[in-house]
């Protein structure tokens, strides 16, 4: 029984770009994986983060700084923030978990499918969930009305914008009506903009000063490709970042973590071309996988696409011939408000997207 519910759990939170599990059990190299599963932006290499790195090596026979200092400057700077109105971690998800154990909500309302570690987090600080389930008829486009509705005897709204796995993305005027109903009701509403880089004429950063009811996560994860270095942060006001440090644990941001967020914010005049790159290619994805019979796609703001199977496969089949090809894409059949009928396709270069496209044709016609 323990080990089936270890099973059910580790199955329920699992996520994308796990190559070394996929290596194992499928006994292949995890160089020789082509991965669609992870939505990060394969341009983001670009910056010179690995040169930036070599360069500073020797940090790490020091313990990194706890407060993040010179990060924090630059992030002040970049964002136009006191540096008190930001809290540096070891990626954005160590923020959704830092967050929950500081508010410690009693229940937050949280619109699916979304990322699963709101949820988790949310349970692991003794709270509990209400679920807003996105309609697959509506696109999954969110219903503020209905969220605000829902909010009431709630302590916290989590929104993800853009949206994964879905890609929508929410209006600025959108979540700001969000945002004043929720203060009016007491409601924190946090806003993870992981994936606002790839939009950021709707991020709220610039709202959190007077809103002691908004908190905003962010990453370094996504659009500039450091996932393995773990790096995001949070804004929000002094009262909220205050109180969410308190509960933070020192040294979680590594030294070399520190450099490469310096050197990305000392390299942003990149960013718009990085931010065209991924939207011409997923352009040019979206309409080849539109020519492929047997799938519907989403329309995505972010890096990755939303596809649904309308053949009779499960998309744990799919996955599974994929692989075999060395190709991994994302099975969405864990995400609460999806099934087994649902994938999730990063955009990567040419080339890849290439083989992609042959392969996923191919296993949807049968012909394996």
């Known amino acids: 029984c323990a080990e089936t519910l ?7 939170f699992s996520h994308g770009g796990n190559l070394w599990q996929i290596a194992e059990k499928y006994e292949i190299l995890p160089e020789e994986i082509i991965d669609f599963s992870a939505n990060t932006n394969p341009w983001g ?13 020797e940090s790490i026979f020091h313990y990194p700084d706890p407060e993040c200092r010179e990060l924090t400057r630059k992030l002040s700077e970049h964002l136009r923030l006191d540096r008190r109105n930001i809290v540096v971690g070891g990626g954005s998800t160590e923020i959704i ?6 508010l410690r909500p009693r229940w937050a309302i949280i619109p699916v499918p979304t990322f699963t570690e709101y949820e ?4 692991l600080a003794g709270g509990k969930t209400k679920f807003l389930f996105l309609k697959e008829k509506r696109d999954f486009i969110l219903d503020t009305e209905k969220l605000i509705k829902k909010a009431k005897g709630s302590q916290m709204i989590v929104l993800c914008n853009p949206n994964n796995p879905t890609g929508k993305l929410i209006s600025r005027a959108e979540v700001e009506k969000v945002i004043n109903k929720a203060k009016e009701i007491g409601v924190v509403v946090v806003v993870d903009e992981s994936f606002i880089d790839f939009q950021p004429q709707c ?4 709202r959190v000063k007077n809103n002691g009811n908004l908190l905003i996560l962010r990453s370094f994860t996504k659009f500039f490709s450091i996932a393995g270095l773990r790096l995001g942060y949070a804004v929000g006001s002094k009262e909220l970042m205050t109180r969410i440090k308190s509960f933070k644990e020192p040294w979680t941001v590594s030294s070399l973590a520190q450099v490469a967020g310096i050197h990305i914010l000392k390299n942003m005049r990149k960013a718009d071309e990085l931010k065209e790159l991924v939207k011409k290619e997923r352009e040019f994805l979206y309409t080849a996988l539109d020519r492929i019979e047997g799938i519907k796609l989403y329309t995505s703001q972010a890096n990755f696409i939303l596809a649904k199977i309308e053949v009779p496969l499960s998309s744990g089949y799919i996955s599974e011939k994929l692989i075999k090809r060395g190709i991994l894409i994302r099975n969405c059949r864990n995400f609460p408000g999806l099934s087994d009928k649902f ?3 990063a955009v990567r270069k ?19």
Do not use: F, P, W
């Not at 290499?45 to 090596?57: C, D, F, H």
């Not at 978990?97 to 500081?102: E, F, I, S």
């Not at 988790?120 to 349970?123: Q, W």
């Not at 991020?203 to 610039?206: A, E, I, K, R, Y």
């Open 6 to 12: 270890k099973k059910m759990i580790i199955s329920k």
């Open 343 to 345: 994938i999730r396709i």
């Open 350 to 368: 040419r080339e890849e997207n290439q083989k992609l496209i042959h392969h996923l044709g191919e296993v949807l016609r049968g012909e394996i």
């Open 120 to 123: 988790r987090a949310l349970k």
């Open 203 to 206: 991020s709220l950063v610039d």
């Open 45 to 57: 290499t670009s910056l010179g983060v690995v040169k930036a790195i070599k360069e500073r090596m």
């Open 97 to 102: 978990y830092l967050v929950m154990r500081a």
